[in-house]
């Protein structure tokens, strides 16, 4: 049973940062890569950040430069550091876990986290 549990969203103004966390239920060297997620209002969930075992990145062009994902395996935890945010980034951020098992990639979500960015 794979848990992911998110934390730190909230309301921030525009410019302004915040700090995502997900928590996994045991080692995240299970899963090939990590990342965050994010819907929007009307959209479809998107990519925004992912990040490999071993350590490879890759950002959706929206937040290129201003957000950061890392992660802390002592922790079992992966970051998304989020500055200079924008109206347009409010949404509902999800944790993503990704394993190749069985021939085919399994995911694995958290229970999303909201972030508001008031103009």
């Known amino acids: 049973q794979v848990q992911l549990v998110e934390s730190g969203g909230g309301l921030v103004q525009a410019g302004g940062s915040l700090r995502l966390s997900c928590a996994a239920s045991?080692?995240?060297?299970?899963?090939?890569?990590m990342g965050w997620y994010r819907q929007g209002p009307g959209k479809q969930r998107e990519l925004v950040a992912a990040?490999?075992?071993?350590?490879?990145?890759k950002y959706a062009d929206a937040v290129k430069g201003r957000f950061t994902i890392s992660r802390d395996n002592a922790k079992n935890t992966v970051y998304l550091q989020m500055n200079s945010l924008k109206p347009e980034d409010t949404a509902v951020y999800y944790c993503n876990a990704r394993r190749w098992s069985n021939a085919r990639f399994n995911n694995y979500w958290g229970q999303g986290t909201q972030v508001t960015v008031s103009s």
């Open positions: 045991g080692s995240i060297f299970r899963f090939n890569t």
């Open positions: 990040i490999t075992t071993g350590g490879t990145t």
